[in-house]
């Protein structure tokens, strides 16, 4: 009976500590996979859930397939999507962003300093996962899958590199000195 008091002196104790800890709370996490280079995917991911709490856990499974029929793209087929159209509208801005300034400075009559140039880059790129991830999120549930996909992605890609070409006019026309 001693020994069952102790036990439960030392599990009230315990419990009084864990209670005295501050709370753990994580904001937002950014992943950039632009810098991620990923040859194979695979092992398991368990979010929410602490190590030692693994050995009361029986069996925790969930049925993937049925929920992916039911979402948006599955997490793997987003990130090869998103990093595939990333790959291309890089590609696009460093072959066709000097060409669209320089057409605009014959329009203009204008110089654009190269580090303007530099800097609209930089800013392009960041804001490209978010706005690659909102068109994502547009693709409606019928074109989810195969051809029909990948049509989709194409008029994505073609549609951020017209935005592309809009928002560099734009800023362009906004620069100190321009005449509209």
């Known amino acids: 009976m001693a020994e069952l008091e102790k036990t439960i002196k030392n599990i009230k104790q315990e419990i009084e500590e864990l209670q005295k800890r501050p709370p753990i709370h994580v904001d937002n996490i950014e992943y950039k996979f632009d810098q991620l280079k990923v040859e194979t995917l695979d092992g398991v991911l368990n979010i929410g859930l602490n190590p030692n709490d693994l050995n009361s856990i029986e069996d925790f499974q969930v049925d993937n397939n049925n929920q992916l029929k039911n979402s948006s793209l599955s997490p793997l087929k987003k990130m090869e999507t998103t990093m595939r159209l990333e790959n291309n509208l890089f590609q696009y ?71 592309i070409g809009n928002a560099v006019i734009a800023f362009l026309n906004q620069l100190p000195g321009h005449k509209s």
Do not use: T
């Open 93 to 163: 801005l460093d072959e066709n962003l000097d060409p669209i300034v320089r057409h605009w400075e014959e329009q203009s009559g204008r110089k654009v300093n190269e580090d303007i140039i530099a800097f609209m880059k930089e800013d392009i790129k960041k804001q490209l996962p978010d706005r690659i991830n909102d068109y994502l999120k547009k693709i409606k549930r019928e074109e989810r899958s195969g051809e029909a996909l990948q049509a989709a992605l194409d008029q994505i890609e073609e549609q951020m590199k017209q935005d």
